[in-house]
């Protein structure tokens, strides 16, 4: 399994982007896939998860209310609408994918993508 990760870029604070992960290769019909960010000097963290048991989506508690979570199944592909950046969502964003059953637990993921930086101005 293999994952794109796309979509970052330079917005002002305030600002709006869409972050894309494009899985390719043989899946499982059942899996979690979560968006995790690291900012410089920082250890990864979690930031929204669907879940590989009932497709239950969760976010950090920084992000709830201005991020969405959406997947495509067709498409293997799994969307971060980001409103409301702020300058501390400034980090690089990885999308994981895992058959695991807690989704907001890194040792779930299995494969990582090679990230997309977002960086929020002020």
């Known amino acids: 399994v293999q994952l794109q990760a796309s979509g970052g870029g330079l917005v002002q604070s305030g600002g709006s982007l869409r972050l894309s992960c494009a899985a390719s290769?043989?899946?499982?019909?059942?899996?979690?896939i979560g968006w995790f960010r690291q900012a410089p000097g920082k250890e990864r963290e979690g930031v929204s998860c669907?879940?590989?048991?009932?497709?239950?989506?969760y976010y950090a508690d920084s992000v709830k209310g201005r991020f969405t979570m959406s997947r495509d199944n067709a498409k293997k592909t799994v969307y971060l609408q980001m409103n409301s950046l702020k300058s501390e969502d400034t980090a690089v964003y990885y999308c994981?994918?895992?058959?695991?059953?807690?989704?907001?637990?890194?040792?779930?993921?299995?494969?990582w993508g090679q990230g997309t930086e977002v960086t929020v101005s002020s």
């Open positions: 994981a994918l895992g058959y695991g059953n807690y989704c907001r637990e890194r040792r779930t993921y299995n494969y």
């Open positions: 290769g043989r899946t499982s019909d059942y899996y979690a």
């Open positions: 669907i879940s590989s048991t009932d497709d239950s989506t």
